[in-house]
């Protein structure tokens, strides 16, 4: 049955609506001023000037990271692929296919639950056969969400068989809710003889890999290959308008204008940067060059407004400066995070109107200075994204969240996931000292 959410404030990064009303079945069937409201029999509720937004998207996650948050192990890293071997490596080479699905359920109702409602999800694991369709199995049908899915394809794994996975993704597409690309981890960790195999399965597809996330993976590539990460993935063909290339800390402006040339998009996920003590990426200089970018959290933290704070005031210190980086810059990487998630799933997703997705938040707003369609976004960035907890969260039309509580009951699947993670840190304690990985 179609509802009517009454009253609303309505915002979609592009239109501000102060006293309006919503229609919602699976997608948004009306949308206009109180005024011009008349109940066709909806359900009704009065949401008495609360702000409505598009749900988020994470433009790069990593949900097999998930059981890692608690976990205690012996960690000294020293660099970059210390920290890989010594943690994340370590993680996904323990996960079996009960592990890898309750990993992507729980990591997407926590994101759920920050407001996130799309996930274009990077997964590695030890068993690779069907790990692509435990994931969608997880986010779509059992949260109702949506996603894209990659297996990262690496030296350190079974590289035929990693071709494979990323190949039976492809036939998971569900129009609207699901879609792959074909995943990479990172140069560092593919040899010419792979990224030739990559090269010739990849049938137009875009590709989801890292890219020159710490200074390592430049120096691997100029020393091994002779040129540079991004000028390395040219050589073989592997970049187009459907590709991610994630973190770009690194690249120089030669690797930025080749990105530009193929209308490729970067993934920024300045969170987990910093947390890796990698680095800032040249965000404004890819905005400027006209680089289509987007934002992730790389699976680190649940909440995407956390990432888009940080983006701006990591962006003032990367140009040194308090108007380097403006708040339009940030709605941009916003709206195209929203454009290239449709680009890829077919839908109409951050938009608030007449056949658009119903993937929406309702949010507590009390603002303490007057609001309009000019100041809208000042006062949600500085007034709602931090701590921001939705008060409502609907996804494909379904109510997720109300008034701060699951409609669902997720009881059971939390337990056995409280399980599942306890059974994965006695798998890395009892057998992760002995592991070695060759790449």
Known sequence: ??????????????????????????????????????NLGY?????????????????????YSTFA??????????????????????????????????????????????????????????EIEGSLGLIKKAIVERLGLRCVTAFETSDRFDVEAAIKENLSGFKLREKSLANSLFGMHALLSLSDESLKKISRNLNNNGIHIHVAESLMDEEDSISKYGMRVVERLEKYNLINEKSILVHCTHINELEMDIIKKHNAVIAVNVTSNLNNA???????????????????????????????????????????SPIGFSLDDLKR???????????????????????????????????LTPVDENNIFSHLFYGVFPGLKPNWVIARGKIKYKDYQETEDYSIDRLEGLTQAKRLWSRINEGGNDVRFKY
């Open 1 to 38: 049955m179609a509802y009517a959410l009454l009253n609303v404030k309505i915002y979609d990064y592009q239109k501000y609506e102060d006293l309006g009303f919503i229609v919602i079945d699976e997608k948004i069937i009306a949308t206009g001023k109180m005024s011009d409201y008349k």
């Open 333 to 367: 990487i916003i709206t195209n995070t929203y454009e290239y998630t449709n680009s890829l799933l077919g839908t109409k997703l951050g938009r608030i109107e007449k056949d658009a997705e119903a993937d929406l938040l309702v949010l507590d707003f009390n603002n």
């Open 278 to 320: 990698v680095g800032i990426s040249q965000i404004k200089k890819f905005l400027d060059k006209g680089i289509r970018v987007i934002s992730g959290n790389d699976g680190l933290i649940p909440s995407q407004p956390i990432e888009y704070l940080n983006i701006y005031y990591l962006s003032h210190l990367k140009e040194s």
């Open 69 to 126: 948050r608690g976990m205690s192990l012996k960690f000294n890293p020293t660099n970059f692929v210390e920290i890989l071997e010594q943690l994340w490596w370590k993680v996904d080479h323990f996960l079996d296919r009960d592990l890898i699905y309750y990993s992507s359920l729980i990591g997407a109702m926590n994101q759920l639950s920050f407001g996130t409602t799309t996930l274009i999800d990077h997964h590695a694991s030890g």
């Open 43 to 63: 359900e009704e509720f009065n949401l008495a000037g609360k702000l409505v937004i598009p749900a988020f998207v994470s433009g790069h996650t990593h949900l």
